[in-house]
């Protein structure tokens, strides 16, 4: 078997400082721990997400790893501690603080267990300062949430930040957050069905439809995870719109679909057909595996869909696993299962 690298999965860790001591403001998330590995993130006073130790006990990580015969994992935060809504002090406070406790476990990993940094994208000087903290300190990547309140990809601060990822070789992960359409969406996880595929796709869109591709430079290494949300199913409507109505061309030279190749997306689409197609409109070599662990909307045997695939190649499936990843991070990875 080919070696495996899941790009997309989360961390906690076990405990962390009070953040509503430590900020005086009350709703930052903390971990209620049930016993038996198993936990309640909480959001202030309110339950957000059953977790359990795969997220904090490297051990345990490891033993599902193997389980699963996964060699890597590059692992980020949960967005729900972006913090981009507080004051920019306290989300730089929760980035370096978060960044430091993910290297603490990755240095317990043996090497199978790398981390993507977090940033407060409120403020991009001290974003592009905390980027460069967290990659001299072991980090390979850094992940962002799709916005920041009202400011969107096209925004010149995030195109600011971009720009200085790429200009020092630091590959990003951009992660939907803060969902569209709250009053309507309460039940059902609409959120997360439908309004989080929806976060991805504009962000892939302000990047082309703004021009922001066409100033930022092609070293960009950027990935959106969940497939790219709805971005691969509706291009050709885009493209449609873009031929026939000047609104949509006004700052976008080239069609919408000529810029694919800036971008990569991860596998985690959970169905066969829909990864067939993901591959073909992005590209054999723009996919990269992706799971979601351990997340209850995660892929629950890790690698099965890629692997199980009857439709892709074994090439492709090896692009996919983790010869695309080590493109995209710009370093090698081992086999180790
Ligand atoms: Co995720």
Not at 33 to 40: D, I, V
Not at 58 to 87: C, N, W
Not at 174 to 186: A, I, K, V
Not at 318 to 331: D, G, K, Q, T
């Amino acid at each position: 078997m080919s070696v495996a690298v899941d790009i997309h999965n989360h961390f906690l860790p076990e405990s962390w400082p009070d953040l509503a001591e430590r900020f005086g403001e009350p709703n930052w998330p903390w971990m209620k721990h049930l016993g038996g590995g198993q936990a309640m993130l909480m959001l202030g006073d309110e339950p957000y997400r059953p977790v359990y130790s795969a997220c904090w006990d490297v051990s345990k990580r490891l033993e599902e790893m193997d389980r699963d015969g996964i060699d890597h994992q590059v692992m980020s935060v949960t967005p729900l501690l972006f913090a981009y809504m507080r004051k920019p002090e306290q989300a730089a406070d929760c980035a370096r603080l978060f960044n430091d406790l993910a290297l603490e476990m990755c240095a317990r990993s043996n090497g199978r267990i790398h981390a993507v940094a977090q940033v407060p994208l409120q403020d991009i000087d001290a974003s592009c300062r905390e980027v460069e903290r967290a990659m001299a300190a072991g980090h390979i990547g850094v992940q962002i949430g799709n916005h920041v309140g009202t400011k969107d990809f096209d925004d010149e601060g995030i195109i600011t930040f971009l720009h200085h990822c790429a200009d020092i070789g630091c590959p990003v992960l951009e992660h939907p957050w803060d969902m569209m359409g709250r009053e309507r969406m309460s039940r059902y996880m609409m959120q997360w069905l439908v309004a989080m595929p929806a976060e991805t796709h504009l962000a892939m869109l302000y990047l082309i439809l703004s021009g922001a591709l066409e100033r930022l430079p092609k070293s960009l290494k950027i990935c959106f995870v969940h497939g790219g949300g709805n971005f691969a199913f509706t291009l050709g409507r885009v493209d449609n719109a873009w031929k026939h109505r000047d609104i949509v061309r006004e700052h976008c030279p080239q069609p919408p679909s000529s810029y694919v190749k800036r971008f990569w997306v991860d596998s985690a689409v959970f169905d066969e057909a829909a990864l067939r197609f993901l591959v073909d409109v992005m590209g054999e070599e723009r996919v990269m595996f992706g799971t979601d662990y351990p997340f209850p909307l995660g892929e629950q045997q890790l690698g099965s869909l890629v692997r199980g695939s009857t439709s892709l190649t074994a090439r492709e499936k090896a692009l996919i696993m983790s010869e695309n990843a080590a493109v995209f991070f710009n370093r090698p990875f081992d086999k180790r299962t």
